[in-house]
């Protein structure tokens, strides 16, 4: 699920605490890092403990309306077609969902207010009126009402994003990343795999992992090295007025380029000049891809550099 461009974002916010807090140690920076990247996969499970949790306080609302002293008609015979949904009825007895809640300790107990928020929001869309009229009525009209639930008012929702930003300073540039995940996984649910629906591992595969702790490692164990190549070409530049943030990310850049080499430059130099514009100043892509270019050519001159 952790992709390589949650990792180096995850690489580049570590490499920069690392000099900010100035303790010098490695080991602790990289276990921060892993811990950081286990925080982004728990979010992962948040979403879809999420949607077995919202169910769950809907169906608690009509319990309640029904002991209600003089309950209407309408309370006592409620339309449950939301909280008899197949799809979150299958997820909530996902075997891997429920290992790793019970393992990690995730839960939304705390968290009363919030899920009536995300209930209202739900409950005042259209996709659920739409959801309550649609006569077909199957496992696929449920897992594809949740779908658009979470494509439309979920992801991107503004209240959302702002309370899980709260809820842990780890998921401040997670969201939008994970979100995308949550929603393939719904998508790829079938109600024949019953309990046992895979859902998406913390990596793809080890060299995910593998890169993640060695990208670290070469920023700062070359650190040196590579600031100094930095600094060679930023002659023209007023170094004073050069962002912090845009010598991490030049660094970060430069041990990708260098230590791994079936990964294109010009992958490399996107990811990175992309990062500058969200991470730094509005002008930082152009000054980082400039710098980069030039080290590039230095690189490859000096035949330390032998891809593309």
């Known amino acids: 699920m952790i992709n390589r461009i949650l990792i180096r974002i995850k690489v580049l916010q570590i490499v920069y605490s690392y000099y900010q807090n100035g303790n010098g140690d490695l080991k602790v920076a990289e276990n921060e890092l892993l811990f950081s990247l286990q925080k982004s996969y728990d979010l992962y499970y948040y979403f879809l403990l999420l949607i077995i949790d919202v169910t769950n306080q809907q169906r608690r609302i009509l319990d309640t309306r029904k002991c209600k002293y003089m309950p209407t008609d309408e309370e006592l015979n409620p339309n449950t077609r939301f909280i008899d949904n197949r799809f979150v009825a299958q997820l909530a007895e996902n075997d891997t969902l429920k290992k790793y809640i019970d393992e990690q300790g995730l839960s939304w107990s705390n968290d009363e207010e919030f899920i009536k928020n995300v209930l209202d929001t739900i409950l005042n869309s259209e996709i659920y009126a739409e959801y309550l009229k649609n006569e077909e009525d199957s496992y696929e009209t449920d897992r594809e009402f949740w779908r658009q639930i979470f494509k439309k008012v979920i992801c991107g929702n503004e209240m959302i994003e702002e309370y899980l930003e709260d809820k842990s300073i780890y998921w401040n540039d997670d969201i939008e990343i994970v979100e995308t995940f949550a929603l393939k996984t719904i998508k790829k649910f079938e109600e024949k795999k019953g309990s046992r629906q895979a859902l998406l591992p913390m990596f793809k595969d080890l060299e995910d992992k593998a890169f993640a702790i060695k990208l670290f490692r070469q920023s700062l164990l070359k650190g040196k090295e590579y600031r100094e190549r930095i600094d060679k070409h930023m002659k023209n530049w007023e170094t004073e007025r050069i962002a912090n943030m845009d010598l991490i990310i030049m660094q970060v850049a430069l041990a990708e380029i260098l230590s791994f080499p079936t990964i294109p ?24 891809n400039g710098i980069l270019d030039s080290i590039v050519n230095e690189l490859k001159k000096e035949k330390l550099l032998l891809k593309d």
């Open 265 to 288: 430059i010009s992958v490399t130099l996107n990811e990175y000049i992309d990062a500058a514009k969200y991470y730094s100043t509005p002008k930082s892509g152009t000054f980082i």
